[in-house]
């Protein structure tokens, strides 16, 4: 991006203003990646955010779209981008010309706490992209990485034609969602040793129980359980035969790898893949990483970085920033609350065997051990805990009391959504499930030979809620695009066990 | 300074306008067209385009919010899904827009939409309007029309003229002579003028929601219209076995019940064209909607003959809509196709239901006539 090198350098005064806030930011231990800001117009803004923050990506008209949305709502005045921070080492943030310079400082000590995020937090280790030999630091290139895959993708536009090319991606994106967040953390899977030498595995003998006496047989061995372990055997032999062995949650990792796609079309899915991949942390902690970010803005605004005569300015972006609404969780309020409820918990020693179980009331309301814990703790939950983990661990009744929180659902017979319930229990559980997978459904490839007609074989771990059916179907469809053999998915609808297929050319339902 | 995104978003223009892509426009979500209708404002949401995935029904899943309320309460508002792919920390919320747009603005987006033609007139100029405009200069005038400019320009003439300009101390007097004032010339204007006479069937069948899919349809095709034509007219005609002329409010707001004779409605028309309307002097837009069941073959024999007689040699075109409704049978479109296989005038569309309005419009209006 030629144009942007040209003249997105910081001024003069913001660039005093960095290198203060920077020092501040390292003097309350935030550890950071070398951090690279630059200034944007507001439609060199609204482009690069269109882009997810990375200027140089593969063409594709959703960009376009994210783009009008975003300009439109800049031009009328109903909500503008303040900061965009990407996942780099360097990191790289831009900063919206024309803001007042309590937004930008306001901005900047927001950014420096995302980076120290995305540089501590165990779920973006998945996105390092090695270690740097000489200086051990963790190189995360994804600048060029995407630029990589720009260029790709380009590459094979010009050769095949745009509108293939799109329509593939289009199907790829499709299955988008279908990628396995546990992968990163799973051993290495060794690949089946192809030599010709490997012995023939010994033919099995069934495994039966020990008898000493020869007259106990037939009731310590009788016939039934005879049958019943060869059966067993038999059922693993089958099992051993079947592919994949374990169903597998990475299906775009097993279309990848096994479905007999063209040279630009696995280029193309391994491009959408492995984007999938790095934006996938910044979903499993989204409240986190606000909250995170929040919290340090705030404490470094109001304790350091504020003049006195900006501070009703910063409180009032602050303000908004954090507001609530009706049916809809605010990430930066929830994320920034629960931090400092666990700060003030483990500063006042609200934790441990004593304190779960002490039922008093008025002694839990005073309870303060001096323990003075709490900086270091929220460290450590920043580093340890996901989205998930983060709730389960520390969202506790208090806190849900105190934050006015409650779940809600669609009521049916009343045709509107409503309030449903103030209770820990279930404000608890909603927020986890649709917390749990990023709020995407848990979907494995079981079976690559279906029928024995290497027909493709997914199923939908149904955890309550059903999957929206016509997008279902059309998942199906581009998963048969992908795989070039028809498509079963077996899900419930409407509590009855169902096979969703795609044949190649028609859609068909049934009843399992 | 051209953008990179500028390609990107040109194409999903063109995949939004169904010029490539075809198979993408299903996925787009039209929403609410029509928001508020008072005051010249309105909102408007913004073209979006879903790539489906696997994702949970809609009312399947509920979620967890914070704020004032009792278990019960409704929540105002529908709640909105979070955006599916998380960029760290950008912009505060994915709140659903609401754009406010002048009517003017509103039917340039309309035909940028829908691509519709602007209109063709009639070429009818037997009505025309007087109008002053400031062509020239003169001498005399009024003080109030003078031209400072061109006095301080003659006078600055003169002066060097004669000698008397000094440069150094620039005064410029004008004298009675050097004053110019600005002269205007009454032209005539041939008008467009334009009317729009909506006719809709308020019999027993038509339900809530086909008025409420009328009320919009009607408002987006006055909207268009409006752009098209100043001074443009409205008349609204009810109808179920008799016709009768209504103001605007009672139009979308009765419901009566009984049974259905269009031609009423057509002859009411035709009597309003022909006393206040004269078709070498308008452009005439006749609307009529309907569930299409009407009360009998007789009667449908009677509209084919008003409309084949009066209302089509007089309108721009005529325009048919039929909603579908649960009791009506519909045979009101297929006779008129029957009629008027491929009359130029006459335009038939089924609105099925609200989704179904886009394209009706563009079914309307998009020969430009």
């Known amino acids: 991006m030629a144009q942007f090198a040209l003249k997105t350098a910081l001024p003069n005064y913001l660039r005093d203003e960095q290198k203060r806030i920077e020092g501040f930011v390292r003097g309350v231990g935030l550890d950071i990646f070398p951090t690279i800001f630059e200034m944007l117009s507001y439609d060199q803004m609204n482009e690069v955010a269109a882009y997810g923050g990375f200027p140089t990506r593969y063409p594709h008209w959703r960009w376009g779209m994210e783009y009008e949305r975003l300009s439109k709502s800049h031009e009328y005045g109903l909500s503008k981008i303040y900061e965009l921070v990407i996942n780099n080492n360097p990191s790289i943030a831009y900063l919206l010309e024309g803001n007042s310079l309590v937004d930008q400082k306001l901005v900047m000590a927001h950014v420096y706490a995302h980076v120290d995020f995305f540089k501590n937090n165990f779920c973006f280790k998945m996105t390092s992209q090695g270690r740097d030999q000489r200086t051990g630091d963790d190189i995360r290139k994804w600048i060029d990485t995407m630029a990589n895959h720009g260029a790709t993708i380009r590459k094979w536009a010009n050769r095949i034609g745009l509108e293939t090319i799109e329509q593939f991606i289009d199907a790829c994106l499709s299955l988008e969602n279908l990628i396995d967040p546990q992968k990163p953390f799973l051993p290495k899977e060794t690949s089946p040793s192809t030599s010709e030498e490997e012995e023939l595995p010994e033919p099995q003998e069934v495994p039966l129980l020990r008898v000493d006496r020869e007259y106990m047989e037939s009731f310590i061995n009788p016939a039934e359980f005879v049958d019943s372990q060869k059966k067993k055997l038999a059922e693993e032999a089958e099992q051993a035969q079947r592919f994949p062995t374990e169903p597998q949650r990475d299906v775009l990792g097993f279309l990848l790898d096994n479905a007999p796609l063209q040279r630009w079309e696995r280029e193309c899915l391994a491009v959408i893949r492995a984007e999938a991949y790095y934006f996938l942390p910044q979903m499993q902690t989204k409240i986190m990483n606000e909250g995170w970010a929040s919290y340090w803005h705030s404490r470094l605004m109001t304790e350091k970085i504020c003049d006195p005569s900006e501070i009703v300015d910063y409180a009032d972006r602050c303000a908004s920033v954090l507001a609530t609404s009706p049916g809809q969780l605010n990430p930066y309020k929830l994320g920034i609350e629960l931090f400092r409820h666990i700060e003030n918990r483990w500063n006042r020693g609200q934790f441990g065997k004593e304190w779960d179980e002490c039922e008093d009331w008025g002694l839990r309301r005073h309870w303060d051990r001096r323990t003075g814990l709490g900086r270091d703790k929220i460290f450590e939950v920043r580093a340890l805990y996901n989205d998930v983990t983060f709730i389960d661990e520390y969202l506790t009744e208090d806190f849900v009391f105190d934050q006015k929180m409650y779940s809600f659902g669609y009521n049916q017979r009343n045709d509107r959504w409503e309030i449903e319930s103030r209770t820990f229990d279930d404000v608890k559980n909603q927020l986890l499930t649709s917390l749990t997978n990023a709020g995407s459904p848990i979907i494995y490839v079981v079976d690559a030979n279906h029928g024995n007609r290497s027909e493709l074989l997914l199923e939908h771990t149904h955890q309550g809620a059903d999957l929206r059916l016509d997008w279902a179907k059309e998942v199906v469809k581009a998963l048969c695009r992908v795989w070039t053999r028809p498509v079963e998915l077996h899900t419930i609808v409407d509590e009855k066990p169902t096979a969703l297929r795609f044949d190649g050319k028609d859609h068909s339902q049934r009843s399992l | ?369």
Not at chain 2, 69 to 82: F, T, V
Request: glycine share 8%.
């Open chain 2, 1 to 369: 300074m051209s953008l990179r995104i500028d390609q990107d978003h040109s194409r999903f223009r063109n995949i939004v306008r169904g010029r490539i892509r075809e198979n993408l426009r299903k996925y787009i979500s039209q929403g609410e067209l029509l928001g508020r209708q008072g005051k010249d404002i309105v909102s408007i949401p913004i073209p979006h385009i879903d790539i489906p995935k696997l994702r949970f029904g809609d009312k399947q899943q509920g979620g967890v919010a914070q704020g004032d309320g009792d278990p019960g309460d409704a929540l105002s508002g529908s709640p909105q899904d979070g955006d599916g792919q998380g960029k760290a920390g950008d912009q505060p919320g994915d709140h659903p827009l609401e754009v406010e747009l002048t009517l003017d603005e509103l039917a340039d987006i309309l035909g940028e939409e829908l691509a519709l033609p602007n209109i063709e007139n009639k070429g009818k100029s037997a009505i025309v309007d007087k109008k002053d405009r400031y062509v020239g200069v003169r001498n005399v005038g009024p003080n109030s029309l003078r031209h400072f400019r061109r006095t301080f320009r003659s006078a600055l003439r003169r002066q060097i003229a004669l000698g008397t300009y000094d440069p150094k101390r620039p005064v410029i007097i004008p004298t009675r002579d050097d004053m110019r004032y600005k002269s205007w010339k009454t032209e005539e204007e041939p008008v467009a003028n334009a009317v729009i006479i909506y006719m809709m069937d308020v019999s027993g069948s038509m339900g809530d929601e086909q008025k409420e899919i009328v009320r919009i349809e009607s408002f987006w095709i006055d909207t268009w219209l409006r752009k098209q034509y100043k001074g443009i007219e409205t008349r609204f005609i009810i109808h179920d076995a008799a016709a009768r002329e209504v103001d605007r409010n009672t139009f979308f707001r009765t419901r009566e019940s009984g049974g259905t004779m269009i031609s009423s409605a057509y002859r009411l028309a035709a009597e309003i064209i022909e006393r206040d309307y004269p078709a070498s002097q308008w452009n005439i837009y006749p609307f009529h909607f309907s569930d299409g069941d009407n009360w009998s073959v007789d009667d449908t024999l009677l509209c084919v003959d008003i409309l084949k007689k009066l209302l089509l040699p007089a309108s721009n075109v005529f325009c048919y809509g039929q909603v579908d409704s649960p009791y009506g049978s519909g045979q009101f479109i297929k006779d008129l196709k029957e009629h008027f296989s491929d009359h130029e005038r006459l335009i038939t569309s089924e609105i099925n239901d609200r989704e179904a309005i886009v394209g009706s419009i563009r079914e309307f209006l998009g020969e430009g006539k």
